[in-house]
C-alpha cells in the first residue's frame, strides 16, 4: 500500500507539473497578444471544482479541477474542448482568438509544446548539474550482460559484451542504446576475447515488445561483499572484494551461474577459485543445507568501475539540450511501433505511467521521468489530431497557406471527433493496465 501510495503521488506531482507549465505557455502568449484567457484550470472540472477563484479586475479564473486527467486554458473566442458555441455565434470581439492573425494564433497555439520541450531540457540540464551523468560503460562491464530469450533466439549469448551497431560504437545500456541495436542490421559483440557479428531482424523490436521481455541487463559478477558471520565463507577466509571464478571447476561468470552450481551441493564442501587482488587462489569452503556459501554480493557500482561526468552550471544546459533532443528523437522513432499489433497491445495508461516511478522517493529519478513524460507530452501533443494542439496547428497552417478560415462548423465536428476519439483511446490503454494488473 505504502508503494502504491508513493508511485500515485509521485505520478500526480509529476503531472501537475508538466500540465501547468503547458497551459502557461497558452496562456503567457495569449495575454502577449491581449486575447483574453476565461480559464486556467489544473485538471479538468465537469460540473464542479475543488478550488476556484478569481483575482480582482481580472478575466481568468483559477482554478483545480476533480477529474486529474490533464488541464486547459479556456481561451476566448476559440473552439476548445469547452464547446462553447453560445460564445462562436456572437460577433467577433477585438480581445478574441479568432481576432487575432493567423502568425499570432499559431505561436499561441504551439507554446504549450514548446515550454514543456523547454522545461524537459531545463529539468535535464539541473539534473546534469546537481548529480550529473553516471553510467556503466560496456567495456567495464567484464562479466557482460544477460540477455532476453528472443535476443538468445537471433544469436546473442550471455556475457556477450556490446560494441557497435552497423559501426557505430555503443556505449552503455540506455533506451537508446537499445534503439540502436534493434534498428541496426548487424551488431557486434565482444565473447570470449573474439568479435562476434549478430545479424538483426527487422521484426526484433517487434519481438521484445510481443513477450514484454528486456532486451538485456548487466550481469552480476560474483564479487564478494561480506562473509556473513559462523558460515563456511567467513571460516574459510573469503573477504570483500574477492571474485568467485568457479567451484569445483565449474566456471561461475555470473551470480545465476553461480547460484545454480551451488543448489546441487548442499551441506558439502566445495573448492572455491577466486580472484584476490590480481592473484588466483583456492579454498574449500562449507556449504549449509541450501548450498549456500554464506557470501553478500557486491552490487554493481562496486563491482563496475562506474563513470560520472560532472559538469558545471553552464556546461550543463548543452547537455541538457543533447538529453532532450535524443530522448525525443529515440522516442519518435519508437513511435512506428505503436501502429503494429503487438505495439498496440502494449499501450499502457495511467497504471503504467505510474508503474515506471521508482518505489521509493528518489528526487533524481522522479526529475528524469518528469522530464521525460514532458518529452512525451510535447511530441503527442503536436500530433495533427483535432482536440490536440497539433490538431489547431495543421488548421491554422492550412489557413496560413491558403488564406482562407474552415468552416467554424467543420472545426466543430473535427474538435468532437478528436475528443471522442482520445476519449477511446485513453480507454483502450487503461482497459490494458487492468487487463495485464488481472491476468498477467
Same mark, same amino acid.
Given at each position: 500500500?505504502? @508503494? ?113 520541450? $523547454? ?12 548529480? %550529473? ?7 567495464? !562491464?567484464?562479466? %557482460?550482460?544477460?540477455?532476453?530469450? #528472443?535476443?538468445?533466439? $537471433?544469436?546473442?549469448?550471455? =556475457?556477450?559484451?556490446?560494441? @557497435? ?5 555503443? =556505449?552503455?545500456?540506455?533506451?537508446? @542504446? ?5 534498428? !541496426? ?41 561480506? !562473509? #556473513? ?17 568457479? $567451484?569445483? #571447476? ?12 551451488? #543448489? ?15 592473484? /588466483?587462489?583456492?579454498?574449500?569452503? !562449507? ?40 530522448? /525525443? ?24 505511467? =505510474? ?38 496547428? /495543421?488548421? /491554422? ?29 485513453? $480507454?483502450?490503454?487503461? %482497459? ?9
Amino acid at each position: 500500500m505504502e @508503494t502504491f501510495l508513493i508511485k500515485t503521488v509521485q505520478l500526480l506531482l509529476s503531472l501537475s507539473i508538466l500540465v501547468i507549465v503547458h497551459e502557461f505557455g497558452h496562456f503567457i502568449f495569449a495575454r502577449l497578444f491581449k486575447v483574453r484567457v476565461e480559464k486556467f484550470y489544473l485538471f479538468f472540472d465537469p460540473w464542479f471544482s475543488l478550488f476556484k477563484f478569481k483575482p480582482k479586475n481580472s478575466h481568468t479564473e483559477y482554478g483545480v479541477g476533480w477529474l486529474p486527467l490533464g488541464g486547459y486554458v479556456k481561451i476566448a473566442g476559440m473552439i476548445d474542448e469547452s464547446m462553447d458555441r453560445e460564445q462562436m455565434k456572437q460577433p467577433p470581439k477585438p480581445w478574441e482568438f479568432r481576432s487575432k492573425p493567423a502568425w499570432q494564433r499559431l505561436l499561441i497555439m504551439v507554446a504549450g509544446v514548446v515550454f514543456n520541450f $523547454i522545461l524537459a531540457i531545463f529539468i535535464y540540464s539541473m539534473i546534469a548539474y546537481t548529480w %550529473g551523468t553516471t553510467y556503466i560503460p560496456f567495456k567495464n !562491464a567484464y562479466a %557482460g550482460m544477460e540477455y532476453c530469450q #528472443s535476443a538468445k533466439e $537471433i544469436g546473442f549469448r550471455d =556475457g556477450d559484451i556490446p560494441l @557497435t551497431a552497423d559501426g557505430a560504437e555503443l =556505449g552503455f545500456m540506455s533506451s537508446e @542504446t537499445l534503439q540502436q541495436i534493434v534498428e !541496426a542490421k548487424q551488431v557486434q559483440v565482444l565473447r570470449n576475447n573474439d568479435t562476434v557479428t549478430i545479424a538483426i531482424p527487422k521484426d526484433f523490436m517487434l519481438r521484445l515488445i510481443d513477450k514484454e521481455e528486456q532486451f538485456a541487463m548487466y550481469r552480476i559478477p560474483p564479487v564478494v561483499y561480506e !562473509a #556473513s558471520a559462523n558460515t563456511g565463507a567467513q571460516r574459510a577466509g573469503l573477504l570483500k572484494g574477492d571474485r568467485i571464478l568457479s $567451484i569445483d #571447476s565449474v566456471a561461475t561468470p555470473s551470480l545465476d551461474e553461480l547460484h545454480q552450481v551451488l #543448489s546441487t551441493r548442499r551441506d558439502t564442501t566445495v573448492t572455491v577459485a577466486y580472484l584476490r587482488n590480481g592473484a /588466483l587462489q583456492t579454498t574449500a569452503v !562449507a556449504t549449509d543445507s541450501v548450498g549456500n556459501l554464506g557470501i553478500l554480493i557486491s552490487p554493481l557500482v562496486e563491482s563496475y568501475e562506474v563513470v560520472t561526468e560532472h559538469y558545471g552550471f553552464w556546461e550543463s544546459f548543452p547537455k541538457g539540450i543533447e538529453l532532450g533532443v535524443s530522448k /525525443l528523437t529515440s522516442y519518435v522513432n519508437s513511435m512506428k511501433y505503436v501502429f503494429t499489433k503487438e505495439g498496440a497491445q502494449s499501450l499502457g495508461g495511467f497504471g503504467a505511467i =505510474g508503474s515506471i516511478f521508482p518505489e521509493r522517493w528518489d528526487w533524481e529519478s522522479f526529475w528524469s521521468m518528469t522530464a521525460f513524460l514532458s518529452v512525451i507530452l510535447a511530441f503527442m501533443n503536436i500530433l495533427p489530431i483535432p482536440a490536440l494542439d497539433g490538431g489547431h496547428v /495543421l488548421f /491554422l497552417l492550412y489557413e496560413v497557406i491558403t488564406r482562407r478560415k474552415p468552416n467554424e462548423k467543420f472545426m466543430e465536428y473535427a474538435q468532437m471527433c478528436g475528443m471522442i476519439f482520445l476519449l477511446a483511446l485513453l $480507454i483502450y490503454a487503461n %482497459g490494458n493496465d487492468i487487463v495485464r494488473f488481472f491476468f498477467k
